[in-house]
C-alpha cells in the first residue's frame, strides 16, 4: 500500500470512527497505566507541575494525559461528543511532501474524502488567560534525590512569530551545550548544576519561556538566582551581533538537518496549520535571516520580568537528618520570588509567660543587640556586609526574632538567629533597661497610653493583657543577667518553636541547621497560659492634670480563634477603625466633640476587647459617652463593602514586604491557628454578612461595659456642644 493510500485511511479513520465500549475500557487503562509511569518521571512532574502553576484556568494547566480521575469521567458518550465537535473535516490537512503528481494526488483525496461533509465551521470558544501578576513559587516532593527545577516567564503565541524566533535563539544563547551562557556558568564553570535546558512551545495561545535545570538540592536557591541575574544581564544589555550571529547558524544547520527528511517536513507544515497557518513554515526559516539584536532584546524586556516569573521545583520528599528532633518543632515554608527572603523564630506565650512584667521586653531588647562577644556595633556592621537584618520583638501571645537575606544566604540566617536567641549580648542589658524605663517614663506622660494602660488593667486584672507591653519599673529594674538567663531557657523547648522560611531558599540546609540548633533543647509541653478572669462591667474616673479628657469603653470581646472573630473585625472597621468610620463622623464631624475618635479591636489568643476611644475637651466627656451606642444602628450594605476592602487591603499592603509575611505566618501559628489562616483571613473577612455584623452590634448594646475616664477634671454637664 502505498503512503497516500494509507495517508487517506487515517483521514477516513480521524471522521470516521466509532470508539466500540471494550475499546475506550482498554485505552484507559492503558493510559492509566502511561500515568503512573509519568509519575515517576521528575521531568515529567516539573512540566505537568510547571502548567499548574502558571496558568490559572486556562486548559494549558492541565496534563494532556490526564489522571485517573479524569479518564474515569470519560465515559463513550462524552467521548463522543467531544469526537464530533473537535474531530472535523474542516480541522484537517492533507501534508504531502516528496515528489508525487500533484493532479493524481488531488484526484485521489476528491474520490476518498470528498463525500464526507465539511460540517458547519464553528470557531472554538475564547480561552481565558489568567497569568500569574506577581511572582510565585510552587514546591512538589518527590521520590528523587536531585532537585528539578524551572525558572518561567510568559511568552507569547505563535501568532507573533518574530517573537518567537527571538525567544528560541535567547534559549538557545543561554543554554547550547558548550556555548551557551548559563550552561557555561553553572553546569562548566561553578559546577553548580547538571544540566540546563531552555523549554518555549509554539502554541495557539501565550506560552512560557522557561529555563529548567537539574542539580543537588542543596544548590537550588544559588542556581535560580544565578539564572534570574543572568536574565536581569540580558534585558540591561541585550546581545552583541557576534552571538546573535552564532546561535542562528547554529539554528539554521540544525533545521536544515531536520528538513532533510520528509516526514519531519510534513510534521512541521501539519503542526503550523495546526497552530498558525503552513505558511509560517517557511516565514520562520525567512525571519531567521532578518532578525536583529534589538528583536531579541525587546523579547527580553517585554517578557523576562521577575515580578511575574513562576518557579517550580521537584525535590526530594524527605530529609532524614534531625527528622525526629523536627517532628516536635514546625518549620512553614512559603514561597517567595523576590530578591530577599526571611526567616523568623516565633515562641509561642510572648509577654503572656514572662516571669515578671517587662521581662518579655527586656530579653528582646538584648537581642536586637546582638550575639554576646560582639559590640552592637560590630554585629551590626557584620549584618550589612552579609545583607542580613535581624530584629527582636515581644508581643502579648508570642516571642520573634525574624530576619531578611539573600535566598541563597538562607542557612546563614537561620544559624544568626539561632545565635542570638541562645546567646544574645547580655553585655549591653543595662543600655536596654535604661531605654525601656525612658519609654515608660514617656507613656506615661502620654494620656492616651496612660489611660489605655488603665482600662486594661480593669479588664484583665492580674493578667498579662492587663499590663503596658514594656511592663513596669519594679518589674524592668529586677531583669538582671542571670534572672534573664533563666528565663531564656524557658524559652528553649521545641514545642515552643515555630520556625517560618519564606522565599526560594534551600529546604534541606535549612532543616539540617535548625535540627542542629535545637538538638539539645528539651521536647517538653507548651507551658499553660493563663486565662484572663472575667470581668464585667464598671465606671471609673480618674483625674489627671492634662489639657484633654480620654474617654474609654470596653465590651469584652472573642479571641482570634472564635468563629466570630472576623465578625467582630469587621464590625470594628464600620464603627471606628477607619477614618471614615462612624464613631469619627458622629462625634468629630457632625459635632466637633473630639479630635482623636474612633476604636480598635486587638487581636489576642486569650481574650479581647472592642474599645471605643475619644480625647476631648473636659466639658464634653459625657457628651462624648453618651454618642457612642448611636454608632450601633444597623450596617449598610456601603459600609460592608467599604470595611471589608479597607481590611483586605490593608491585610494585603501589609504582606508586600517578605518580612511581614513571615511575620504573620509566625503570629497565627503562635497564637494557636495554623499558619494556613494567613491564606484564611481575606476570604473569611469577605464571608462576613450584614447579619452577622448586626448580631455583633445587638451584643455590644446590650453587653456590659467598663467605661473609664482620664484624665482632666470635667466642668458642669451643661456645656453645650460647640
Known sequence: ????????????????????????????????????????????????????????????????????TSLNRITRPVFLDFYRRHYVPWKQAIVLVGDFDTA?????????????????????????????????????????????????????SAKELLANVAGDILGDLLTAPGSGRLMKNLVESKRIADAVEFSFPTSRDPARFSITYTAPPANRAAIEEEIRKELRILVADGVTAAELSGVIDRMKRGRRLRNESSASRAFNLGFWFAVTRPEDADAYERALDTITPRDIEAFAKRFLDDRRAVTVVVEPAAIATGSDILAETAIIWRPHAGELASVGLFFTGGQSLEPRPGWAATLSGVMARGVAGKTHEEFERDLASLGLTVSASAAP????????????????????????????NMADLEIVRESLLDSLRGRADRPFETGLDKLNALRFPGHPYGRPDA?????????????????????HIRDRLRVVVVGSADTAMIRRAVAERISTWPAGADLPLPIPDAVTSGVVS????????????????????????????????????????????????????????????????????LVFYAGCRPPFAAQVRAHYPEALYPPTPAEMDDAIRS?????????????????????????????????KFSDAIRGVTLGDVESVFEKVRTAPVIDLTYGAAPLPETASEP
Request: proline letters at 7%.
Open 104 to 156: 493524481h494526488v488531488v484526484r485521489r483525496v476528491a474520490e476518498t474524502l470528498g463525500k464526507i461533509s465539511r460540517g458547519k465551521v464553528r470557531p472554538d470558544p475564547a480561552r481565558p488567560m489568567e497569568p500569574p501578576t506577581k511572582p510565585e513559587e510552587l514546591v512538589v516532593p518527590a521520590r528523587t534525590q536531585l532537585a528539578y527545577g524551572a525558572v518561567s516567564y510568559p511568552a507569547p
Open 647 to 679: 481590611l483586605t487591603g490593608d491585610f494585603a499592603r501589609d504582606h508586600e514586604r517578605v518580612e511581614r509575611r513571615a511575620w504573620y505566618l509566625g503570629w497565627y501559628a503562635a497564637i494557636g491557628l495554623d499558619a494556613s489562616y494567613d491564606e
Open 542 to 609: 480618674e483625674l489627671a492634670p492634662t489639657a484633654q479628657t480620654i474617654v474609654l469603653r470596653s465590651v469584652a470581646a472573642p479571641p482570634v480563634s472564635d468563629p466570630d472573630y472576623p465578625k467582630w473585625k469587621v464590625a470594628n472597621a464600620i464603627l471606628g477603625g477607619r477614618s471614615a468610620s462612624r464613631l469619627f463622623r458622629i462625634i468629630r464631624e457632625e459635632r466637633g466633640l473630639a479630635y482623636a475618635v474612633g476604636s480598635f479591636y486587638a487581636t489576642r489568643r486569650l481574650g479581647a476587647h
Open 397 to 424: 501571645d508570642l516571642f520573634s526574632v525574624i530576619g531578611t537575606c539573600e535566598p541563597a544566604r538562607a542557612g546563614l540566617l537561620v544559624n544568626t538567629l539561632f545565635d542570638v536567641v541562645t546567646n544574645p
Open 471 to 491: 511592663g513596669d519599673e519594679t518589674g524592668v529594674r529586677a531583669a538582671g543577667v542571670e534572672a534573664l538567663r533563666d528565663y531564656l531557657r524557658t524559652l
Open 1 to 68: 500500500v502505498d503512503m497516500l493510500t494509507r495517508a487517506l485511511r487515517g483521514c477516513d479513520i480521524a471522521v470516521n470512527a466509532t470508539f466500540p465500549d471494550s475499546e475506550v475500557t482498554r485505552e484507559r487503562e492503558v493510559i492509566k497505566e502511561e500515568i503512573a509511569r509519568r509519575d515517576d518521571n521528575p521531568e515529567a512532574l516539573l512540566y505537568d507541575n510547571l502548567g499548574r502553576a502558571a496558568y490559572k484556568v486556562h486548559p494549558y494547566r492541565w496534563r494532556v494525559i490526564g489522571n485517573d
